[in-house]
């Protein structure tokens, strides 16, 4: 599966943005999906997932109660909504598919190419 990952951009502190990770392939509903990001000098680092039927999700606590993950299946596209952003958001955000549901990077096989977020303050 090949993964491209939209909508990142420049946003105030206390903004939103919604990331987009379309898929291609006839199999994306069978995949878990997570989105990732990496900030500069840092590591990567888990942000949000979801399972492949949409009823789990795992969350960051940096995330929990401000982002919200989701899948609609019939468009193969996962989304991250990112609400209440702050300057330390900024970062690459990558999406990732794999067969388990986990919230560990080494369970995703597929990556997309990222797409950058940038609060500013």
């Known amino acids: 599966v090949q993964l491209q990952a939209s909508g990142g951009g420049l946003v105030q502190t206390g903004g939103s943005l919604r990331l987009s990770c379309a898929a291609s392939?006839?199999?994306?509903?069978?995949?878990?999906m997570g989105w990732f990001c990496q900030a500069p000098g840092k590591e990567r680092e888990f942000v949000a997932s979801?399972?492949?039927?949409?009823?789990?999700?795992y969350y960051a606590d940096s995330a929990k109660g401000r982002f919200t993950i989701s899948r609609d299946n019939a468009k193969n596209t996962a989304y991250l909504q990112m609400n209440s952003l702050k300057p330390e958001d900024t970062a690459v955000y990558y999406c990732?598919?794999?067969?388990?549901?986990?919230?560990?990077?080494?369970?995703?096989?597929?990556w997309g190419q990222g797409t950058v977020v940038t609060v500013s303050s």
């Open positions: 990732a598919a794999g067969w388990v549901h986990s919230r560990k990077q080494s369970e995703y096989s597929y």
């Open positions: 392939g006839r199999t994306f509903s069978m995949y878990a």
């Open positions: 979801i399972g492949w039927s949409g009823g789990s999700t």
